[in-house]
């Protein structure tokens, strides 16, 4: 049977224009209330931003083969036990008869802080995907086939972004590939990597800029991150997990 994508990229496009416009509303309110956060703060406190995202992949759930399965986004049920620490709390949760199916990581960087930002996130994409698998290792979600751990970034498409970094490392050299590049690179190269190392199932970097309020537009940096390829690899999963109960 062909996989489902769930018409992802019509989809995709409203998530976009959704993370902008949630955004905007939030600041807007702060600003009739008369507590506006420092900085990008104030579009991001409402934490709704990307609902949009999640709601693609719960449909990818339930058009491959799990209309039934235990889908969680609510806080009190998205927590998993760790091993360096007693529990993580994620974005979203699939479970089908007691198994973990699917474990999903959302998140987003807008500038203009992207170096600070940047690090914070690869150290916890890098952590927390450590940190479930060897929970799996020692039996944490029980004997079941690996679920799939999936990564999703949005960034946002500015001249902060994709102009180019250095950075200073006076011992040795820097790997090629982050020499004088863009934070996009960076984040792109991130994605490949966690993907590359096995630490995530698959993951999607991709970038919009504060336009798409309107018109939902956003790119993939490269074909392994891209959406394409990580809703083709989530709903073959699910599918696989279908066939499989």
């Known amino acids: 049977m062909a996989l489902d994508l769930a018409d992802y990229d019509r989809k995709a496009r409203e998530a976009v224009m959704a993370f902008w416009g949630g955004r905007e509303k939030a600041r807007q309110k702060q600003v009739e209330a008369g507590t506006v956060d420092q900085g ?3 579009g991001v406190t409402a934490g709704k931003n990307m609902d949009g995202f999640i709601a693609l992949v719960i449909d990818l759930v339930k058009a491959n083969g799990l209309a039934h399965a235990s889908i969680h986004q609510q806080r ?3 927590t998993l036990p760790g091993y360096f620490r007693p529990t993580k709390l994620w974005d979203l949760l699939v479970l089908n008869e007691g198994r973990l199916i699917a474990a999903i990581e959302l998140k987003s960087q807008v500038g203009p802080s992207f170096g600070n930002n940047f690090n914070n996130r690869t150290e916890e994409a890098i952590g927390t995907s450590h940190d479930l698998w060897t929970a799996y290792r020692e039996g944490a979600f029980g004997k079941h086939p690996r679920p799939l751990v999936a990564w999703i970034m949005l960034v946002e498409d500015a001249p ?3 102009s180019p970094v250095r950075d200073t490392s006076p ?3 820097v790997f090629p590939e982050f020499q004088e590049a863009s934070y996009l690179k960076r984040y792109d190269v ?3 990597r966690l ?4 630490l995530y199932t698959t993951a999607a970097v991709i970038t ?6 309107t018109t939902g537009e956003y790119s993939d940096l490269s074909e392994m991150t891209s ?13 696989a997990e279908a066939a499989r109960a």
């Open 40 to 42: 990008e703060r104030a």
């Open 76 to 78: 009190a049920l998205l």
């Open 160 to 162: 902060g972004s994709r």
């Open 171 to 173: 011992h040795f050299p």
């Open 190 to 192: 991130l994605g490949q």
């Open 195 to 198: 993907v590359q190392e096995q």
């Open 208 to 213: 919009s800029p504060r336009t798409a309020v």
């Open 227 to 239: 959406l394409k390829t990580f809703v083709t690899s989530f709903a073959g999963h699910v599918a």
